[in-house]
């Protein structure tokens, strides 16, 4: 086992990671920029070191910096989190030269599934359903003739990235070069990395996820699935566990395709397997996230299996301790997003000093964040401040927690989305669960018009 590792992210997964390691015993560095020089993560970490000015790309993203310090503070280890680096294939093959572990997969995994146009291929030769595409299309020309004998509604999709960034809805002929060249331009801009594929654009669907963990002899278990259907913009707003449109037949099926998928990528660590789900109860394969999910904590809260630990225990080479004949799913957890926006102001992103801040709790109420009072958040990273978590024995019961869980918090200083929280899990399609991805924009377009 690790006995020091260095964290290289920020704010609540850092602050989660850091807790993780004290209960295991193991001591932690954080790094931060210099507008986090205050941030919770620095105060608990055993050591820390200042990377940098303030932009990530000068921080956060500065992979020599990062190994710099994990090398002077003899770390063994780098567990990266979730976003900026943590899905870098050179920033995991770096941590190997430098003879550091990276809490994740090996590079070349994550570099073949992070291009999402290889893990489409790999998917359909493993006999996994994908849906019904093109590979890479190379200019406009090519990607008009795939259009038509796809057919539309259609997706052009980055084969690198994230974040909903780099895709384009198409409806039809006239619109596949405007499409094409917007598509292309931002995953460019984006990921260094152009290159478009394109997709059958699927709805009404439901987004599921499935957790897999992988340890390094070749025990896969998967640790059922997250829905994870109310989005905004592709970024998910809200999660829940299990998911309230699958059956026990379908959960098998899926928990089947997703353990031939990690076998037939020979995965190691911590992953998800996303789908698509349509009405028809079809499922498609969409991608693999080779790192911790943001809402990794729903799983845990109806699995009772600590994810973060598991993490680092399969980097440092331990074997897993259970199958998946193990795996129960007890009761139903919620998870929301508090981010620091105005939602009636176009989402505009919120920052300054948090003047009140009182966090709700009762059994088997949990908000992961790194706000304290007198915290100053930033302006220069991602808007979101915390995740509430709640779990109750029945998704009714979870649901009324997760409403009462939201007006008890009181964060003062900065706008934030509680309020659309609220009318979301309040609504009817939530509370019968047949919600699908494109909810939520029909309900932002009710609530401000």
């Not at 970490?45 to 020599?64: F, H, Q, R, T, V």
């Not at 710099?68 to 870098?88: F, K, M, Q, R």
């Not at 992961?368 to 401040?385: G, K």
Request: glycine fraction near 8%; proline fraction near 5%.
């Amino acid at each position: 086992m690790f006995s020091k590792i260095l964290i290289a992210n920020r704010g609540e997964i850092a602050v989660r990671i850091i807790r993780a390691c004290k209960e295991m015993g193991i001591s932690t560095v954080a790094v931060y920029s210099e507008a986090d020089r205050d941030a919770l993560h620095v105060v608990l970490a055993d050591e820390s070191i200042c990377i940098g000015p303030a932009p990530a790309a000068k921080s956060y993203l500065n992979m020599s910096a990062i190994v710099s310090a994990a090398v002077l503070t003899g770390c063994e280890a780098i567990h990266p989190g979730y976003g900026l680096l943590s899905e870098n294939p050179k920033f995991a093959a770096l941590c190997k030269e430098c003879g550091l572990g990276f809490i994740g997969p090996d590079a070349e995994i994550i570099e073949k599934m992070g291009d999402k146009d290889a893990a489409r291929r790999t998917m359909r030769e493993a006999g996994v359903p994908i849906i019904p595409g093109c590979d890479v299309v190379e200019g406009v020309r090519q990607a008009q003739a795939e259009a038509e004998r796809i057919g539309f509604p259609l997706l052009i999709k980055a084969r690198a990235g994230g974040g909903g960034r780099g895709i384009r809805r198409v409806n039809g002929p006239e619109e596949v070069e405007m499409a094409y060249l917007s598509a292309t331009a931002e995953a460019q801009s984006a990921f260094g990395d152009g290159a478009v594929y394109m997709e059958k654009f699927l709805f009404p669907v439901k987004h599921i996820e499935m957790q897999i963990l992988c340890d390094n002899y070749g025990q896969v278990v998967c640790l059922g699935e997250r829905e994870c259907s109310m989005q905004r913009k592709n970024q998910k707003t809200l999660e829940e566990s299990p998911s309230p449109s699958m059956t026990e037949e379908m959960r098998r099926e899926m928990i089947r395709v997703s353990t031939l998928a990690a076998k037939t990528v020979g995965y190691k660590g911590l992953g998800t397997i996303e789908f698509l789900l349509t009405q028809e109860h079809q499922f498609y394969f969409m991608e693999m996230n080779t790192r911790l999910q943001v809402e990794h904590p729903v799983t845990e809260m109806v699995t009772d299996v600590d994810l973060v630990k598991w993490q680092i225990r399969v980097a440092a080479g331990v074997k897993l301790d259970f199958t998946q004949e193990d795996v129960r799913l007890s009761g139903h957890a919620i998870e929301c997003r508090i981010n620091a926006e105005d939602p009636s102001m176009g989402f505009r992103p919120s920052c300054g000093k948090i003047t009140l801040l009182h966090i709700p709790g009762g059994p088997k109420v949990r908000f992961d964040t790194a706000l304290y009072h007198d915290y100053v958040v930033p302006p220069f990273y991602d808007s979101m401040i915390g995740k509430l978590i709640v779990h109750a024995g029945t998704r009714q019961e979870a649901i009324r927690k997760m409403q009462a869980a939201l007006c008890e918090m009181v964060i003062e200083g900065v706008e934030h989305n509680r309020e659309l929280q609220l009318e979301t899990i309040s609504a009817p399609e939530f509370i019968d669960g047949s919600y699908t991805t494109d909810f939520l924009g029909k309900l932002l377009k009710e609530l401000y018009p």
